[in-house]
């Protein structure tokens, strides 16, 4: 996706169809001025769907009642920009730090500056049940793949498990010495994994509360971790002590840690052995894996990191769209799904010649990015969760 990047008015939709019929739009080129103009919409078509025309430099070559594509030929760029399919204000009262839904699609859980972790219906935002517990902010909720459990971590440095069909905590894990950063479930959910501000990932037993292994010791945060199949060919190492009973699920798996001190490293789960450590431009912030062969990572600078687990040397490629820190990251079918701390998100595929990107936040960092089915949510520092259909992808 070498080539500018197209910008357009935050509430380009209501712009075009209720008031001015005007928004403006920009391409930011590499190396060169960048390009300002507008569109406009002229009137509906026969098919009720607007006419919109763009000034020189940019080109309207699609356009449905929530998106339009955006051409800019001398910026060698496209974006297809898509609005929200419903929004969500009063989950929430404050910035909103982390989300999931589950795996059926039916609920959400999130997390807020304002004290709350709560669970609602991801058709309506309707709230569900509000989670009580932790003594200061949530910073990260998931659900289990059963889609009725769920795993918070907080400032408190610790962890807790909670039902969401009548709110109460079955389970508090406790070892952490600084606050939680992020989590990972192996498989269906007998151990998870944690990475925290004190600089350690745990290895813990849900049944028995326990925890099983601090899997690493880094000496600075662990902002993100993620765990996935390791290519065959990979050589995880071997464990040095029989795994306990209790331990289900880590053979064969590799786990990623997003460090603060600019490195991401891979761990053989089973065998708590380094397998690599690559040094990036910033501190690392997220991390996921686009296949058992390839994964993904997004720094403070903005950077986007593809790296080859067999040879981490150099980079496949690094993707650098917005300078802004990258935020969360999330494979989607032949690409990924990205969102950063100024407001964009997006998602970039190898087989099309155009970005996907969500409007609505102007600047507000968008904390995650979730995708089920046809849905993709979104979560921000303005409070609201938003909800885009993605048609024909």
Known sequence: MAGGRIFIQSDWARALWENEREAWVSCKIPGAATLYGSIKCQGLGKDGIPVVTASEGFEVTEVT???????????????????????????????????????????????????????????TGELRRELIGHV??????????????????GMDAQLKIWSVEDGNCSVTLNGH????????????????????????????????????????????PINGCSIGEAENTLNLGSPQHQPSEREIGTEGKLLLLAREDKKLQGIGLLSREPIFMFEGSDAFNCCTFFSSTYVLAGTQDGNIYQLDVRNTQTPVQVINRSGAPVLSLLPCREGFMASHSD????????????????????????????????FVYTCSRDSVVRKYQLLNF
Not at 66 to 71: A, G
Not at 73 to 82: C, E, L, Q, R, Y
Not at 92 to 117: F, P, Y
Not at 142 to 153: A, D, E, H, N, W
Request: some cysteine; overall charge neutral.
């Open 177 to 220: 010495k600084g606050g939680i950063l992020d989590t990972a479930i192996v498989e269906r959910g007998r151990n998870i994994i944690s990475s925290s501000r004190d600089g350690t990932a745990r290895l813990w037993d849900c049944g028995m509360s326990t925890c099983l292994a601090v899997l690493a010791d880094c000496g600075t």
């Open 65 to 123: 009642k929530k998106s339009i594509l955006i051409s800019c030929p001398d910026g060698n760029a496209a974006s297809k920009f898509i609005v929200p399919y419903a929004i969500f204000s009063r989950i929430h009262t404050k910035s909103i730090t982390s989300m999931d839904i589950s795996s059926g699609g039916g609920l959400g859980v999130s997390c807020s500056t304002d004290g709350t972790m709560r669970v609602w219906q991801a058709n």
């Open 136 to 153: 200061y902010d949530v910073n990260t909720c998931r659900f289990f793949p059963s889609g009725i459990v769920v795993l918070s971590g």
């Open 343 to 374: 407001g964009s998100c997006y998602i970039i595929q190898q087989d099309q010649d155009y970005v996907v990107d969500f409007s609505g936040p102007d600047c507000d960092p968008i904390y995650k990015v979730i995708a089920r089915e046809k």
